[in-house]
């Protein structure tokens, strides 16, 4: 009968797949799965990428222009030269785990804005505001409710006909009435688009037919500009999309204009309410052009001419790896047209591989701007985060509890959107 004369080989195994189990869930190990799948460096930038140096992780550096610095919990990599590299991740310098493609680019340059700006849009069909009841010889009814229509809802088309005034909605309504035939509405909700068929009453306090809702086809508001293409005038503006008011939904809009906007006073933020700012058009002297689209991360579209108030000097965009928590600015105006810049601490800023809102966390540390505003208000959406002369972010919101705190999304995501470039 023979026997084992290796004993110790079962505790080996379990000892070492104690040890990839215990390597594969430790922190550090977690860190190096955010790594993205795709990596932008800005040239002659340094970036960051998670790392451990107590891992067995080994790095090869493809080109003499990519360096590639090991530190305690990161990575640093910068290129002196544009190109596609691929960096090879390897376990214990011989086993592969992955490669990382690296795409070197030229830094993205624009003018950090801070000026407050007017805008007014068309949208594209016409935004369900409210659902009315309509007096019929003393009896109440709903048409369009009945037909299935919400607030938010967006008109398309009227019989075919594409919706891009009131005026041809009330037109259709009063010929499908007078024909005792039902309104083809095509409508687009949350989530689909469809068609809604809604029949006409006849309203004795109108003396019209009527389906019992009230539209708006343009909105108007003040925000503020982020920031702009020196070389082609190219702006973006908000940080966030343009609304219905309602549903809090994105809306297509058809055309707009941006013009100046004066600040004549600031309601601050309280606890318990957010504070806004309040502002008048001032006309196109400081500010003009159209509105193109209005997109994830706000509004795009083109100046006529550089703005006369606010800074001039083009700044490179930070990539989100860039970003780091610490002393930072936000330009905005509190006062007339002005920008004037404020301090402010980022708290926290997330690692994005992919688009998304918010991804900064800050805090307002500048004793005036919380003495004139409380923190964040309305009509600061968009202001530029400048943080060690490049531009980062934008705000977008505000937290309503503690108007000191607010988001903000990165300033990449912003000029990358489509619609800018």
Known sequence: MNRDRR?????????????????GTSAPARELWRLPSRLELIQGQETTVPW?????????RPAPALSVGREAQTLALSASRLGHYRLDFRWFGWIRWRELPVDV???????????????????????????????????????????????????????????????????????????????????????????????PVWSAVQHAYAIGVAVRQQASGVGTLTFYDPKTGAFAALGHSMTDGLTRRPLDIQEGYATGADIVGIVPATDAEPGQKVGVLSGPTNISGPVTKNGEFGLVG??????????????????????????????TVVHGEQPEVFQIDILKAKAQSAPEIKGLLFRVTDPRLIRI?????????????????????????????????????????????????
């Open 105 to 199: 680019m030229r830094p993205i340059m624009v003018v950090p804005g801070g000026e407050s700006l007017g805008v007014m849009v068309h949208f594209k069909g016409l935004v369900v505001s409210h659902l009315v009841a309509v007096n019929v010889g003393g009896d109440w009814r709903e048409p369009a409710a009945q037909a299935g229509l919400e607030r938010g809802d967006v008109i398309r088309a009227v019989d075919g006909l594409s919706a891009t005034s009131v005026a041809v909605l009330a037109h259709r309504v009063q010929i499908d009435g007078r024909q005792h035939h039902k309104v083809l509405l095509r409508v687009a909700g949350a989530r689909t688009v469809r068609n809604r068929w809604v029949t």
């Open 373 to 421: 505003a409380g923190g964040i208000v309305q009509g600061m959406s968009g202001s530029p985060i400048i943080q060690q002369g490049r531009v980062v972010g934008a705000v977008t919101h505000v937290l309503v509890s503690r108007p000191t705190l607010g988001f903000g999304c990165y300033a990449y995501w912003m000029v990358t959107q489509p619609g800018f470039r």
């Open 302 to 331: 083109r100046l006529n001419h550089a703005p006369v108030w606010g800074p001039r000097r083009a700044m490179p965009v930070a990539l989100p790896d860039q970003v780091r928590p610490g002393p930072a600015q936000i330009i």
């Open 52 to 60: 451990s140096r107590f891992l067995p992780l080994s790095v090869t």
């Open 7 to 23: 004993p110790w080989l079962p505790w080996i195994g379990a000892l070492m797949a104690f040890f990839i189990v215990l390597l």
